[in-house]
């Protein structure tokens, strides 16, 4: 079965520091490998997507996660956070079928 | 519209009454699923359709819950007897195929509360 772990369920940096949001899955095939970002009273927009084409996935407003195979993991980086970055942050996998496995989310505040 | 449009925004219900949750996803997407999120979780998985089959319904709670999509377009969840721990947010997402690799495009969810 398919499974994502998210590492941290909040997460506090400061203004302009590297934005670091762990998570590693389980899978006995490669997966398809998502992150999506939630702000309040919204539903869940993507943030970027892992499909094998590269290991090192740019998504929008900055952020990237790199896939590593070796280490069964997917984690998402910013180099520098931003204020509006303060949001919930969720990991995503989908098998071969059509079922998403979501982690339990990280909440990732940002102080100024 | 250009994004998935999900209506009511928000419900309260008493308990034991049934609900109708609509879901508009975006043209022309054949698949959509539904997801129920708790409070400080993620989604977890309700169902799925593929224009109007519905494939997989292994995440539906109880048989109160019911989905359906007609025409392949608009899809409706329906929850009957509603007991208080049906309170949470029902999301629903479409994607323009069924393939692994394309994203899920979410709605904005109704926020449903059983008093």
């Known amino acids: 079965a398919q499974s994502v772990t998210q590492l941290g369920s909040h997460v506090s940096v400061s203004e302009g520091a590297l934005v670091l949001l762990r998570c590693n899955y389980s899978?006995?095939?490669?997966?398809?490998l998502f992150w999506y970002v939630q702000y309040p009273n919204q539903g869940l927009q993507l943030l970027l997507k892992?499909?094998?084409?590269?290991?090192l996935v740019k998504g929008i407003n900055g952020f990237e996660a790199e896939f590593k195979k070796s280490e069964t993991s997917f984690h998402l980086t910013k180099p520098s956070a931003h204020m509006s970055d303060a949001a919930e942050y969720f990991c995503?996998?989908?098998?071969?079928?059509?079922?998403?496995?979501f982690g339990t989310g990280t909440s990732l505040t940002v102080i100024p | 519209g250009a994004g998935v449009s999900q209506s009511p925004r928000y419900k309260v219900a008493k308990r034991g009454q049934d609900v109708a949750l609509r879901c508009d996803p975006i043209?022309?997407?054949?698949?959509l699923f539904w997801y129920q999120q708790a409070l400080g979780q993620g989604p977890e998985f309700l169902t799925y359709?593929?224009?109007?089959?519905?494939?997989?319904k292994s995440g539906l709670p109880s048989d109160r819950f019911f989905a359906e999509r007609p025409e392949g377009s608009v899809s409706t969840l329906k929850i009957q007897r509603t007991q208080q721990e049906d309170s949470a947010v029902y999301l629903c997402?479409?994607?323009?195929?069924?393939?692994?690799?394309?994203?899920?495009?979410f709605g904005d969810g109704t926020r449903l509360s059983i008093l």
């Open positions: 997402a479409s994607s323009l195929t069924g393939q692994g690799n394309q994203p899920q495009h």
């Open positions: 899978s006995s095939v490669p997966p398809y």
């Open positions: 892992y499909t094998s084409a590269a290991t």
């Open positions: 995503a996998v989908r098998n071969t079928g059509n079922q998403f496995y």
């Open positions: 043209s022309g997407h054949v698949s």
């Open positions: 359709f593929q224009n109007e089959a519905q494939l997989d």
